[in-house]
């Protein structure tokens, strides 16, 4: 499985954007999809998953404020990000689960300005 991350960028304190990442296979079987991420000098944190029959968990930090979604037929899981923070910068990771392997996809970059 390969995952390919995309939609990080530069963006004003308050503002949004959409986060992407497409799996190479279906993802319809896969036991999780999430997002983590990554500020310098911090280690990696989860901000979002989902599972396969559609439950969701968020950080504390980013309830109220991000979505996590998957599109089973486009396998795609998004995270919608809104009213971002500049504690919101980082790499964005997302990864899989699937019969027991973890998979990682490369990062992307989101910077929040002020």
């Known amino acids: 499985v390969q995952l390919q991350a995309s939609g990080g960028g530069l963006v004003q304190d308050g503002g949004s954007l959409r986060l992407s990442c497409a799996a190479s296979?279906?993802?319809?079987?896969?036991?999780?999809m999430g997002w983590y991420r990554q500020a310098p000098g911090k280690q990696r944190e989860l901000v979002a998953r989902i599972t396969s029959s559609g439950t969701t968990n968020y950080a504390d930090s980013v309830k109220g404020r991000f979505t996590i979604s998957r599109d089973n037929a486009k396998n795609t899981v998004s995270l919608q990000t809104n009213s971002l923070k500049l504690e919101d910068t980082g790499v964005y990771y997302c990864?899989?689960?699937?019969?027991?392997?973890?998979?990682w996809g490369q990062g992307t970059q989101v910077t929040v300005s002020s």
């Open positions: 990864n899989a689960m699937a019969r027991g392997v973890l998979y």
């Open positions: 296979g279906s993802i319809f079987s896969m036991n999780y």
